[in-house]
Each structure stands twice: as C-alpha cells, then as structure tokens.
C-alpha cells in the first residue's frame, strides 16, 4: 500500500490525526500540550530531511509520541491502547503500525533506562522530543511542570538526586532547578543523529547559562 497511496493521502491521513492529536491533549498542563507536539513535529520534518529518514513516518510518530504518555493515562497499556486504535482506522500498511507502535512505546525517557531507537525514523523523532526539553522553551515547560506539580524552583535544603528509579523520578520530591541537573543537563549526551547534536549543543550552552546565573542571583552575586 505504502507507495501507492498519493501525497493528498498522506496528508489527509496526517491532518485527520493532527485533529485527533488535538482533541486528545488540547488543555494538557503538563508540557505534553498541543504546541509541544507541533514543535516536536516541525523538528522531526527537519530533522528528517537531513537524516534522509521517511518523513510520513516521522511525521506521524511526532504527532502521536504524548498520546499514550503515562501521566496522560490510567496505565501505559490503555495509552499505548488508544494509540493502536487510531491506527486500525487509518490506512497504512501493517509495517507502517509496528514501526509507529514501536517508536511511541519505546521512545520515552523512562528516567534513562530505555534501550536506543532502532530506526532511523525512531532517533529522529525522540531527537525532536529530547531538543524540546533542551533551551529556551525547556526552561519554560519546566516550571510549568513543576508549578503544576507544586514543586519550588529551588531549595538548597533538596540536592539533585544523582541515581534514582523510574518511580523515584516521577514521583519523588524535588525542584524545578533540580531537573535541570537530573535530566535536562544530560538530554545532549543522550542524542541519536549529528543534525540534531548541533542543535543540541547551542541549546545546552544557553540552558547552562541560565542555571549558572539563577544560582548567581539566589547567592546575591550578580
Ligand atoms: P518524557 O515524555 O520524555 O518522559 P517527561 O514527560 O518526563 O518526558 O518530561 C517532559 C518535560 O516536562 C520535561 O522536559 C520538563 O521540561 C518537564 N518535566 C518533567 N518532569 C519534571 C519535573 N519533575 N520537574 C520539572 N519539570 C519536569
Ligand atoms: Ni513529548
């Protein structure tokens, strides 16, 4: 089926889930809102070009990699769920499915102990979602979060957690200024393909900046 289906298909087919996308986090408080999934999509077409990975599929995985998040869900199989029911409505071939399944179910961060993407289209798009948890916007989306969570952008008295569970990292007590240290400072070492690295880097730099001047200021030196 892949390649008979004509460039307005796939467009229909991408449009009808952009809705669908929609309808499913449109209000999302957590940084997993309709904006974070158009900024994943736009760098994972980007991305996609310079790594000469399929962009439909790319495309596609962008836009579902947040349905099936576990925050947004009772459990990661009734997301992963939603997710595989969607795509039975849709026509793609049963390989174009698997691929898409395997991306969403394994591209999460999982406190870093997922294993590394297989595809091309995988590296692509978990590039796109780790670049938006890297640079301006990042430092934005995590104090929302941590607003949202009713954690305090710092306290001295709570030091980064070095090694630390799944559970641990999503439910232990911490700070905004903490998940700096404890994943967003790592996310440039964790990066799959060279064009995103680039990007990366400069975003990290800046991202560095900042913390080292918030704690300049908590300190009263600047
Ligand atoms: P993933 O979808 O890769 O599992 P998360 O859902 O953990 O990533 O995080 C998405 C974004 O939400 C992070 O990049 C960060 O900006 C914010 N965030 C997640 N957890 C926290 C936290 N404990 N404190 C502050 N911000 C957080
Ligand atoms: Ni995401």
New binding site residues.
Partial sequence: MGDSRSEKELQQIIARTEQFVKSELGNDP???DWWHIHRVVRTAERLAREEKADLFICTMAALLH?VA?E?LNVSKEAGLQKVSDWLAALSLDDDERQHLMEIIST????AGTNPPMRTPEGKVVQDA??L??IGAI?IA??????GW?G?PIHDPGLPPRDEMTAAE??QGK???I??FH???LKLKERINTASARRIAEERHRYMQQYVEQFYKEWEGES
Wanted: a neutral charge; aromatic letters at 12%.
């Fill in positions: 957590t940084g997993h947040d998040d925050k591209m999460s961060y999982n979602d780790r938006d948890a990042a989306r995590t104090f929302l979060y941590a969570k954690d990292y999503r911490s700070t905004a903490n998940h404890e994943k967003l």
